[in-house]
């Protein structure tokens, strides 16, 4: 079990930045990967980022070169630092954890809208 807390939404203006976070209950141990997701009113959720236990990130081809995940492994958080945000990332973004015993967790997710 883990619970999952996400932080750092908003309204932010086109060209503007956020900076996600996800708290984890416990350690990252036994959870690979960690994930930031979202979902548009009327759009069934998808992937944006992801990263590894090694650090390794990978990423929605519509988010690459101006979103970043990253790790704190002594804090138990994940962030997402977004840049040149667009009208089009406009969604409620939720932070995932994946097991080794291949469960999902999810957070209650952060609505982010961009718009001027």
């Known amino acids: 079990q883990v619970q999952l807390v996400e932080s750092g939404g908003g309204l932010v203006q086109p060209g503007g930045s956020l900076r996600l976070s996800c708290a984890a209950s416990?350690?990252?141990?036994?959870?690979?990967?960690m994930g930031w997701y979202r979902q548009a009113p009327g759009k069934e959720r998808e992937l944006v980022a992801s990263?590894?236990?090694?650090?390794?990130?990978n990423y929605a081809d519509s988010v690459k070169g101006r979103f970043t995940i990253s790790r704190d492994n002594a804090k138990n958080t994940v962030y997402l630092q977004m840049n040149s945000l667009k009208p089009e990332d406009t969604a409620v973004y939720y932070c995932?954890?994946?097991?080794?015993?291949?469960?999902?967790?999810w957070g209650q997710g952060t609505q982010v809208t961009v718009s001027s």
């Open positions: 990263i590894t236990n090694g650090g390794s990130p």
């Open positions: 995932n954890a994946f097991t080794s015993g291949g469960y999902n967790f």
């Open positions: 416990r350690s990252f141990f036994g959870i690979n990967p």
